[in-house]
Nanobody
């Protein structure tokens, strides 16, 4: 079992930056691909970013490409999401998830994730 705990959410103005963290316990994260998803009120859970177990490869949703960066520190069993140039449409609950690595298509599918955190709320005001 893997327990994931997100932190770092909050209320910011448009254009600001936030860094989310996802700390894991129970098992080492180094064998898992890690993902960030987000869910706005009344909407589906959308793919944000993914990183392979080694951290060598990363993948992003189109709406965050160039603004968000996913990275990991396997020694600290933590994955991060650096969010820059935030927009009001980035407002959502952000979830981290862990899964085996089986390619970028699977990484974009929330139904494929094995473990989930409870989420952290990010609110971006205009």
């Amino acid at each position: 079992q893997v327990q994931l705990v997100e932190s770092g959410g909050g209320l910011v103005q448009a254009g600001a930056s936030l860094r989310l963290s996802c700390a894991a316990s129970g098992r080492t994260l180094s064998s898992f691909a890690m993902d960030w998803f987000r869910q706005a009120p009344g909407k589906e859970r959308d793919f944000v970013a993914a990183i392979t177990p080694s951290g060598i490869s990363t993948y992003y949703g189109d709406s965050v490409k160039g603004r968000f960066t996913i990275f990991r520190d396997n020694a600290k069993n933590t994955v991060y999401l650096q969010m820059n140039s935030l927009k009001p449409e980035d407002t959502a609950v952000y979830y981290c998830a862990a899964d085996i690595w089986a390619g970028p298509a699977r990484a974009r599918d929330p139904a494929a994730m094995d473990y989930w955190g409870k989420g952290t709320l990010v609110t971006v005001s205009s």
